[in-house]
């Protein structure tokens, strides 16, 4: 290279190498704790995994940024499995690319602790981030996720989502400070126009438009992606055309039971996951405009089905979820999340952190990272997976946020069907997936029981729950999909001598009575009669099944031909007793007793298992008998 007098040479090889040396590590010894904010030290509670603050991503990111491919092939690829799983972390999936949000965030945030801020070589590597973003682009505009050029729903959608918020932050930071080293105009010109290609293709196309009828959460994202582009780029068309859809969702997204479908039918793991995360960043874009009480409306009845869906335990520790018929994931339980719609949807306040609960987090959080006189002490970074550098730790921390009080939560959970009740009889229907789900509250008990044709082998029906107001959660059946350690062979239900799963684990679909007369279930939601709810149902071809819910008893009976076992899932916690007595179990916990009272030769047994929910853990019992078996549960004080 020819270097005239003026040393430009020099002084643009200095620069090259300034954007492609190394990321540095954080010097920690030069930062204080209370350098950082107190909300730095806590995860907005919506991915309940990660509770890892600010400083954890801070110590970590310059091994994610160094991971970023800086040559040929892939130049821009995020080579660290940090985010997706590694059976899917490859070079054309652009979900693995949704860190480069973190990049955006470090490289534009001024804090005085923060040594990235308009650093060059964080300015490369998101350049380099985004470049490799725009190659998994169709020509439609959708993205790829799973295969080269395998363009679907949630590689478009969830793109979306984090670069509308990555183009947010370049944007704040220019308006904060003129001088602000932007990155380069051209590609961000371009960033915007995929982002507008992207959202035009999934607005109006209608076969994306049917996959996410059947994959609600996949397409609600559209909603805060579009409104991002939108608060930058106003289109009268596309937000047109956004406004809709969204109309058009109410009716399509929502189950007439409340829920949103999942597979075309019920999931309560990607219900309480990832559409509470949606509905998060709805309300940041919609919350004082025209559109907020379309939300809120819409919303409501998502929140009304969590309510009978989700049973608290007595001091308010945790909720227990009925997700037995799920039929994507396993979600035994629910941790208080994020729902700042809370702020307008009062119902909504029961299922999140109160002021005074965030208040001691941030104060517990702040001794864990000083623990044993180190700072900061944070997990490694795992680069197996399991979303250990996760953009959801960032992207839930720029949004709106609304803590009820802990007075006003109280409020809201008093408001809580089996709550606000002692005595109903209730059901949800859903004509599309056929399930039907039915709720018996009594003074000593609440119950929920899922019946339906099965869609996926993981769904289990029959009783999914069983809540006492005083001891809490004691029967929780779970599904069969087996993801988890030791969740094979955890549901409630009926077996046939030799067989590996229970007849509730296929299709459940029963005649219903209240005091003996038939009733007929109906779409949507309806109070019942009240009256002792009965349900009888078919054990496959040679056998049969009622559940009758009483006023101080639930009884079941079962007659098959040969051996049967009936299998009840205990939730145990420490400190209950166990009494194993002739014809009866009695579960102990603290001044209440559930007593599991069976008639005839039947054989009881226990059998503990390695499956907790929170200090609940479960235990099944057994219960073994020819042909006939009837047993009841009664609660009692004791």
Not at 268 to 296: C, S
Not at 373 to 391: A, D, Q
Not at 444 to 458: H, I, L, R
Not at 467 to 493: D, N, R
Request: glycine share 6%; with cysteine; aromatic share 12%.
């Amino acid at each position: 290279m020819i270097i005239d007098g003026s040393g430009k040479a020099s002084k643009i090889t200095e620069a090259s190498a300034a954007y492609t040396a190394a990321v540095p590590a954080p010097d920690f010894s030069r930062i204080r704790p209370d350098d950082f904010a107190d909300e730095d030290y806590i995860s907005p509670h919506v991915w309940p995994s990660d509770r890892r603050g600010i400083p954890y991503y801070y110590k970590h990111f310059h091994t994610v940024a160094n991971a970023v491919r800086l040559e040929e092939p892939h130049r821009g690829f995020i080579d660290l499995v940090v985010h997706r799983s590694p059976e899917h972390n490859f070079p054309y999936n652009a979900r693995v690319q949704e860190n480069h949000l973190w990049f955006a965030y470090f490289y534009t945030n001024p804090a005085p602790w923060n040594m990235y801020y308009g650093m060059p070589q964080v300015q490369h590597r998101l350049e380099a981030i985004l470049e490799h973003l725009l190659t998994l682009q169709g020509p439609k505009g959708a993205f790829s996720e799973y295969s080269p050029e395998g363009y679907n729903l949630p590689g478009t959608s969830f793109a979306l989502q984090f670069l509308g918020q990555t183009v947010r932050l370049l944007k704040e930071a220019k308006a904060a400070n003129p001088d602000f080293p932007f990155i380069n105009e051209d590609l961000y010109t371009r960033v915007i126009e995929a982002s507008r290609k992207a959202i035009e293709h999934v607005l109006h196309d209608s076969r994306l438009w049917e996959h996410g009828t059947g994959f609600t959460n996949q397409y609600t994202l559209m909603w805060s992606a579009t409104a991002a582009y939108l608060a930058i780029h106003p289109d009268e068309a596309i937000e047109s055309k956004l406004r809709e859809r969204m109309a058009q969702s109410a009716s399509a997204f929502i189950s007439p039971a409340g829920f949103y479908y999942e597979n075309n039918s019920y999931d309560m793991g990607y219900n309480v996951g990832v559409h509470i995360q949606n509905m998060m960043a709805d309300y940041y874009y919609f919350r004082k405009t025209e559109l907020e009480q379309e939300v809120v409306e819409k919303e409501s009845r998502f929140i009304e089905w969590l309510s009978y869906n989700l049973v608290l335990e007595p001091d308010g520790s945790f909720f227990t979820s009925n997700a037995s018929a799920s039929c994507r994931t396993e979600s035994a339980h629910y941790e208080r999340k994020d729902i700042p719609l809370a702020e307008k949807l009062l119902l909504a306040r029961a299922f999140v952190k109160s002021q005074e609960e965030v208040a001691r987090d941030i104060q517990r959080a702040k001794g864990e990272i000083m623990k044993d006189g180190s700072w900061p002490n944070v997990p490694e970074l795992n680069k197996t997976g399991g979303n250990s550098f996760n953009p959801y730790g960032l992207y839930n921390r720029i949004l709106y946020r609304y803590y009820p009080t802990e007075a006003e939560r109280k409020e809201a959970i008093a408001k809580l069907p089996y709550r606000a009740s002692e005595r109903f009889n209730h059901q949800r229907n859903d004509d599309r997936s056929g399930l039907q789900f039915t709720y018996v509250r009594r003074p000593s008990y609440y119950a929920a029981f899922a019946a339906g044709p099965q869609k996926v082998n993981a769904q289990v029906f029959g009783l999914g729950l069983l809540w006492h107001p005083q001891g809490g959660i004691l029967l929780s059946s779970q599904t069969e999909a087996g993801a988890l350690k030791g969740s094979k062979g955890l549901s409630w239900g009926t077996k046939k001598d030799g067989e590996p799963r229970v007849f509730e684990n296929g299709d459940v679909c029963p005649r219903y009575y209240v005091d003996l007369h038939e009733i007929h279930p109906v779409r949507g939601c309806t109070d019942i009669a009240q009256g002792d709810m009965e349900m009888r149902y078919e054990l496959g071809a040679e056998g049969e099944k009622t559940v009758r819910f009483g006023e101080n008893a639930i009884a079941v009976t079962v007659r098959h031909l040969g051996r049967i076992e009936e299998q009840i899932p205990l939730m145990v916690a420490p400190g209950d007793r166990m009494v194993v007595e002739d014809g009866e179990i009695a579960l102990y916990r603290r001044d209440i007793v559930l007593r599991i009272q069976f008639e005839g030769d039947a054989v009881a047994k226990l059998v503990p298992k390695p499956f907790h929910i929170y200090t609940r853990q479960m235990q099944i019992l057994t219960l073994e008998a020819k042909e006939a078996l009837q047993y009841t549960f009664k609660m009692e004080s004791c």
